[in-house]
């Protein structure tokens, strides 16, 4: 599980951590990413989305696919 900052959005970041991020689940190892805002605003439903896939219950909503590598 990553949480990121602003830094995760300026210059080569965003690739970098896409790079970085198909490495890992190339050993099939699960990555979740949040925002920073996701924690703050909605701490709950981040705990909840981590806990759902870490029963293997569904896949993560679209909100997690599209929150930024």
């Known amino acids: 599980m990553e949480i990121d900052g602003d830094s995760h959005f300026i210059g080569n970041a965003v690739e970098d951590d896409k790079r970085r991020q198909a490495f890992i689940e190339a050993f099939g190892i699960r990555f979740l990413r949040f ?5 703050y605003d909605n701490l709950e439903g981040v705990l ?14 679209s909100n997690e696919e599209q929150s930024p590598p």
């Open 35 to 39: 925002t920073n805002q996701d924690v």
């Open 48 to 61: 909840e989305s981590i806990i759902r896939v870490a029963l293997n219950k569904s896949k993560p909503t």
